[in-house]
């Protein structure tokens, strides 16, 4: 990224289920330079066979990710 370049942040939200994920897919085909945060990757990478286990553990991941961009 530029010098001083301005950042954009998207913030899907929606019910479980609603497609937020589908729909963000799609357009980081079209936005390659685009970061794409989602706790639920990160419980699913934390505990693949228990994300409910792990989905507090998830958020404050996702949200240091978020801090750092």
């Known amino acids: ?22 729909v963000v897919l799609k357009m980081l085909d079209k936005y390659k330079n685009f970061l794409f945060l989602n ?3 990160a419980a699913k990478r934390l505990n693949p066979s228990n994300i409910d286990e ?5 958020g404050k991941e996702t ?5 750092r961009v």
């Open 1 to 22: 990224m530029k010098k001083n370049a301005q950042k954009k942040l998207i913030i899907a939200t929606g019910a479980n289920g609603s497609g937020k994920t589908t």
């Open 39 to 41: 706790a639920d990757d």
């Open 54 to 58: 792990v989905k507090l553990a998830a």
């Open 63 to 67: 949200i240091k990710k978020f801090m």
